[in-house]
């Protein structure tokens, strides 16, 4: 449907071109807000997105078919991450498994070592299953806001790592997106979608491993540990893990069930995003809701992080990691059309997600590491 079908409704509108797609802010006549019934009839033939706010209307269309994704890559990236993560998650279940990887010519006895073999991995399916699912919920959350707004994104790319350099076996996923963000509202939708998606399965994976956690007889720097070889691993608080403990754990200090770890990576995962820095999933919450502002938030956030170096000092690399992800940059970058009105109920949940990074915030994740 072309333009100018919309045009009679308009007193006055903008169009402009975004890489692959084209862009038009308008002022609807008084007579057609609401939208009107005959305007509701045009924008349901609209070839693409639009939303309101007040008496302006944005449209949205795609000028061309999206590319071709790699599909081949990315589902590579995600079965080997899942068996990365398998094989840690193996391991966390027994610290001193042993796979029988030698195969036999005699099928009897391959057979013995495939039973043999799942014997030792099947304890580290659930782990995987639950740890890359919060993963792919999370990476999915924006991919399904960035669509909706016709956003050229990315499927998710997850990155595998062995487990003696990554002990959860995976430095996690991130997608792409390949076209600019047009106002401030697209960017808080899609950066608030993954924490909310990967907190809420988060949460229900790390009730479930709650209950299935044990109790021991141990006192550490924090009340709950895992077990990697010669070494009892403590894992850190956050207000939001101390209160489910207490809902849903024993009393005391316990052994994390591998499904309570994956959820607490998830948590650990939210609350990095989180943070306001850059373009972090927080740093596009922020900017989103107080514009130009965020650079200064961002620069006592980052400041922060030194002192908070001196009980873990992955927070200095993650700061490195900002800077360079940023280019040197901690300030947000703008979006084509910062005017464009933020509707007040993402300032609700905008306050709701600043909550959330409080909620799930920890300050020393390892206790055992320096």
């Known amino acids: 449907m072309p333009l100018n079908a919309l045009t009679p409704f308009f007193t006055f509108w903008r169009t402009s071109r975004s890489g692959d797609r084209e862009i038009t802010d308008a002022v609807v006549r008084p007579e057609h807000r609401g939208p009107s019934e005959s305007l509701h009839r045009v924008l349901a033939d609209w070839p693409g997105v639009h939303y309101w706010a007040g008496e302006r209307l944005s449209l949205i269309r795609a000028l061309r078919p999206a590319p071709r994704e790699r599909w081949v890559l990315h589902t590579a990236l995600f079965f080997l991450t899942f068996l990365t993560v398998w094989v840690a998650g193996t391991f966390l279940t027994d610290p001193g498994a042993r796979f029988p990887l030698a195969w036999s010519a005699d099928p009897s006895e391959q057979w013995l070592r495939l039973q043999g073999w799942w014997a030792v991995a099947h304890g580290g399916l659930g782990f995987a299953t639950a740890l890359v699912g919060i993963l792919l919920v999370h990476e999915m959350g924006h991919y399904v806001a960035a669509r909706r707004y016709h956003i050229n994104a990315s499927p998710p790319y997850f990155i595998p790592a062995p487990h003696n350099i990554a002990f959860v076996g995976t430095f996690g996923a991130f997608i792409r997106l390949r076209s600019p963000v047009v106002d401030r509202r697209q960017l808080f939708d899609v950066g608030a979608a993954g924490p909310w998606a990967g907190l809420v399965v988060s949460i229900v994976v790390l009730a479930v491993g709650f209950a ?61 995003n989180l943070l306001p820095l850059g373009q972090l999933d927080g740093g596009h919450v922020l900017y989103a809701l107080v514009g130009r502002h965020q650079a200064k938030v961002a620069t006592l956030m980052w400041y922060a992080l030194i002192p908070l170096g001196f009980g873990f000092r992955g927070w200095w690399l993650w700061a490195v990691v900002i800077l360079l992800l940023g280019r040197g940059r901690i300030a947000h970058p703008p979006v084509l059309d910062n005017a464009w009105p933020v509707p007040r109920s993402r300032y609700v949940i905008g306050i709701a997600t600043a909550v959330i990074f409080l909620l799930t915030f920890t300050p020393d994740p390892f206790p055992n590491l320096l």
């Open 212 to 272: 299935r956690s044990d109790p021991v007889l141990a006192s550490g720097p924090a009340p709950q540990m895992i077990h990697l070889p010669g070494l009892d691993f403590y894992i850190g608080d956050s207000l939001l893990m101390a209160s489910m403990r207490h809902l849903f754990a024993p009393a005391g200090t316990i052994e994390l069930h591998p499904l309570a770890l994956a959820g607490w990576f998830g948590l650990f995962v939210t609350m990095l």
